[in-house]
T-cell receptor, first 112, second 117 residues
């Protein structure tokens, strides 16, 4: 298995632009998590899905953030409009029920 | 709500020595999993070890072992014979067992471990 695949690995964008981060989970995993990592706040859970359904989006910082999972093999995290404070590493992770999560390599987002 | 606390932001160990990283958590659940993840400079998150709360025996993976104290809600990671490649950020994580869809994976803030040659 190729593991969790995220794209792009790096993204630099201008303030106000729309940013879309993509994730392909491991086949057969029924949970998908989106995390954001910064020096100040550590690893924050933004949202997670179970069987493509959003279960808890209480970590999404504001309405500028949205996430979708149209099918079991694809998810997106969108920021519109982006702001410099959104600069962080964004991780996608997937798991089977109750077990450990497997992480992608992350997307480093820089908003200038 | 479940919380995971790693109170030491940084630690240092001499190569070949042993180091223990601390973690405490807060939960009202009786059945759950605990994990330690390693994040080297490459930023890839790697599972080091996991512990099921219903198991009394402490988990061990080669040079890595845990001290799981359920009553004290403590879950420390011991690294024996430290190697330069162990230098990384280490995260403690909690996940409750739930028959429904509610199965959040919560992380502590992490601890940066440096290994002195």
């Amino acid at each position: 298995d190729a593991g969790v695949i995220q794209s792009p690995r790096h993204e630099v964008t201008e303030m106000g632009q729309e940013v879309t981060l993509r994730c392909k989970p491991i086949s057969g995993h029924d949970y998908l998590f989106w995390y954001r990592q910064t020096m100040m706040r550590g690893l924050e859970l933004l949202i997670y899905f179970n069987n493509n359904v959003p279960i808890d989006d209480s970590g999404m910082p504001e309405d500028r953030f949205s996430a979708k999972m149209p099918n079991a093999s694809f998810s997106t995290l969108k920021i519109q409009p982006s702001e410099p404070r959104d600069s962080a590493v964004y991780f996608c992770a997937s798991s089977r029920t109750w077990t450990e999560a497997f992480f992608g390599q992350g997307t480093r987002l820089t908003v200038v | 709500a479940q919380t995971v606390t790693q109170s030491q932001p940084e630690m240092s160990v001499q190569e070949a020595e042993t180091v223990t990283l601390s973690c405490t958590y807060d939960t009202s659940e009786s059945d759950y999993y605990l994990f330690w993840y390693k994040q080297p400079p490459s930023r890839q998150m790697i599972l080091v070890i996991r512990q099921e709360a219903y198991k009394q025996q402490n988990a061990t993976e080669n040079r890595f072992s845990v001290n799981f104290q359920k009553a004290a809600k403590s879950f420390s990671l011991k690294i024996s014979d430290s190697q330069l490649g162990d230098a990384a950020m280490y995260f403690c994580a909690y996940r409750k067992l739930h028959t429904g869809a509610n199965s959040k994976l919560t992380f502590g803030k992490g601890i940066t471990l440096s290994v002195r040659p």
